[in-house]
């Protein structure tokens, strides 16, 4: 079995040049797996069979590491196109952004400037627009952003990590916005984050449980089996209407799960990244689960 640690997919997942010339070299090391193609249409195809079967979708055009303000224009215009795509085709689909790809690291109004074009034609189709939760260092900068967002859309949501200390708090102000709960991806200290397995999935759980008894929409964004066993329980003790909540998981990873939530009923959404910028998503994903890797040798041997 291949053991590799956290912390080493972490570093790969920051490595610039390895992000930057994974572009060119299309998919490798069986990336595919969880990334479903390079272009908005190879992906269509697979948001209609989702579908089919009631699963909605979120759609993340793959970026970060953006620091030139072409690159920027560039991804902003890319998710304009695939809002486009969205409509025409009537996909049941939101979309992920991630503020580093729309120049947050370059000037924060001309990344408000960018969110507010891809906020004004989302709600003109009726579409909401998740804005990701990156690391610790964006992490100030993202919220200040939502808030002004907000002052002119309400189709704007964001994402709330469960690994930080500040996370009750911070939810506590973002009471009406549509709010998606993760653990959290990125490799934080222990003067922000919890670092234990025990103490996220305790602060997953109140946090989500929280949210339940709200008035807004949430998504519980979580592969972890038991974690959605207490919450189903939970929602069914307080009488917790459907249509206030929906599970999410990641393209790739648990499909049967993700199949057998939806036919029992519950609001279901799968996230699906797409496009040549592959790198630093993927090495988080094994980050989380270096068992991953385990399951691309295995596919690599046998098929
Ligand atoms: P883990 O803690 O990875 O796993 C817990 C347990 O679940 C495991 O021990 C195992 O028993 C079971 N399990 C997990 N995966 C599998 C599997 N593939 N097969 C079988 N059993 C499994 N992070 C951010 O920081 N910002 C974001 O904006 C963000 N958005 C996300 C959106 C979605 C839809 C999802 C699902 C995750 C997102 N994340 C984001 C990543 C998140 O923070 C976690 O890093 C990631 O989801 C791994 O944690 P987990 O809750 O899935 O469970």
Redesign the pocket.
Known sequence: MVNLSRDFFIALSNNKFLNKNAKRWGFRLGANKFVPGTEIDEVIGVIKKLNQAGISCTLDHLGEFVFLKEEAIKAKKQILYTLDRIYVEQLDCHISVKLTQLGLDINSAFCVENMLEILNKANQYNIFINI???DYSHYEPTLEILKELRKHYENVGT?I?SYLYRSKGDLEKLKDVRI?I?????KENNEVAYQT?DEIDREFISLAKERLLGHSFTSI?????HIIQELIHFINENGVSQDRFEF???YG??TELQYKLTKEGYNFCT?IPFGTDWFGYFMRRLA??PQ?INLIVKDKLYT
Do not use: C, I, S, W
């Open positions: 990701d939760m990156e994402v990590q998606r993760v653990k959290g991806a990125y397995k964004a979580t592969h972890d089996h999410q998981m990641l990873f648990r996230y989380e689960r991953n």
